[in-house]
């Protein structure tokens, strides 16, 4: 007899208010209490709190929940400093003291390490900063209201499209929260602001840079007013509208000096947000790489040269790689201007066979890899093969680092150092680096 397949009807959500205690936070900085036995998510929950929480969402193996109200506070909780905290889905670790934060990130960071990696090893010394207004980019986040006409103009809601209105973010610098009234004014008085995507800032050590976005091209009149505008605020203009090209329409080039390199960049180029966290990220790797004057070295996801022109600096030769032609093309002309000439810059997708490749025939003594969160998947197993003694390892993602050293791990080489870097302070995202000799 044929049966008919009848779907399963879903249960519905329970979104009654309920007490939890909260046991622990993941690497995410999310807050996990037990309820019917299944771990419940709760954004800005802390360890051995009692909070009432109501469920979003409910899988069959876990449930995510919104904190409605905190019964019984952490002895750790604090009260965030940024009047948008409740509602910006940006800094989500603001209830935690700066320490705390990089305890429980570091607690992270060796958790992760011993569930994925089976390696326990004591973290070297966080890499940090106190300068609270550390971030040196920042992308605003634009809607016109046709009903209302009227402009949003901030960061997104925690889950959601929606948009928080910002006024001054106080983990901005000062240069760029400077920028944002006048800015703010005059895009709302554009002709068409419903051609407007988003604004993006930049803090270069020269000039500050300001990246208009928008879904199709400005009238003349927006243009002008624009420029008017930027011209009065003396910051470095681009625009990118559509489909066109990149345009800077006045000012310098931005350009950063660290690490004894100067390197110039766009504003669609990535450097890195926290520059003193920086400075001391590439001081570190440099270290760890032991570097000598005979060293031949391979920079992995090289970017603009971030690492590679200052390794230079120290070693015999660098060979430089990156997915981007945009970037390799960029980082030659960083090299030239810098007056390093034991530097060579290749494009190559690193999640493809690169036997073939002419750099890749040729034996290293050193690798330093520093891929996107998406990690190393491809080159990592071919390091051994180089013959490099030591590698560096610089991940935005410790989910992935943690993958990837199982096939260094497994080529012969071991694990030796491990460090958390915070390079995003009162967010629960974190930078490690870890070493690994053979």
């Known amino acids: 007899m044929a049966r008919i397949f009848q779907a399963k009807k879903k249960t519905p959500l329970n979104t009654k208010h309920f007490e939890v205690k909260v ?7 999310t807050g996990i209490a037990f309820h019917n036995r299944k771990p419940v998510f709760i954004d800005g929950a802390l360890p051995d709190e009692k909070v009432l929480i109501q469920l979003v969402e409910e899988k069959s193996k876990f449930a995510k929940a919104k904190l409605i109200k905190v019964l019984k506070p952490s002895d750790k909780r604090i ?4 009047p948008h905290y409740a509602q910006c889905g940006g800094c989500n670790m603001q209830h935690l003291s700066s320490d705390d934060q990089r305890d429980y990130k570091a607690l992270a960071l060796s958790g992760l390490f011993k569930k994925l990696a089976k390696q326990e090893l004591p973290l070297s010394e966080t890499l940090s900063d106190e300068t609270p207004d550390y971030r040196r980019r920042v992308r605003f986040s634009v ?11 901030g960061f997104r809601k925690k889950q959601s499209k929606q948009i928080v209105d910002i006024d001054a973010c106080p983990i901005l610098a000062n240069e760029l929260n400077a920028l944002l009234p006048s800015l703010q004014a005059c895009l709302s008085q554009f002709q068409h602001p419903e051609r407007l995507g988003h604004v993006e800032l930049v803090k270069g050590d020269n000039t500050n840079i300001v990246l208009v976005r928008t879904i199709k091209a400005l009238s003349e009149k927006d243009r002008e007013q624009l420029a008017a505008c930027c011209q009065s605020l003396n910051v470095t203009l681009y625009l990118h509208q559509g489909d066109e090209a990149l345009e800077r329409m006045f000012g310098e080039v931005g350009h950063y000096l660290e690490a004894g390199v ?8 990535f450097i890195q947000v926290n520059k003193k966290v920086n400075e001391k990220m590439v001081a570190q790797a440099l270290d760890w790489l032991s570097l000598n004057s005979n060293d031949r070295v391979l920079d992995l996801f090289c ?3 971030n690492f590679s022109l200052p390794i230079a600096k120290k070693v015999k030769s660098v060979i430089g790689v990156e997915g981007v032609q945009s970037m390799v093309d960029k980082a030659t002309d960083n090299a030239q201007l810098n007056q390093v000439d034991n530097v060579a810059f290749y494009q190559a997708n690193l999640e493809q066979d690169i036997s073939h490749k002419a750099w890749a025939e040729q034996q290293f003594d050193k690798v330093l890899l520093d891929p996107a969160r998406a990690g190393a998947t491809g080159i990592v197993d071919h390091i051994a093969k180089l013959g490099a003694q030591r590698v560096v390892y610089v991940s935005c993602n410790p989910a992935t680092l943690a993958r990837d050293s199982q096939s260094l791990l497994a080529q012969g080489f071991t694990m030796t150092r491990l460090g958390m870097l915070d390079m ?10 870890a070493l690994f000799e053979r």
């Open 23 to 29: 046991d622990k936070i993941d690497h995410h900085g």
């Open 79 to 82: 009260q965030p400093f940024c």
């Open 143 to 153: 809607f016109w209201d046709k009903k209302l006409k009227q402009l949003s103009f």
């Open 262 to 269: 100067t390197i110039p960049f766009e504003p669609v180029n």
């Open 303 to 305: 970017g603009l040269g």
């Open 424 to 433: 995003f302070p009162h967010t629960s995202h974190l930078e490690s680096m």
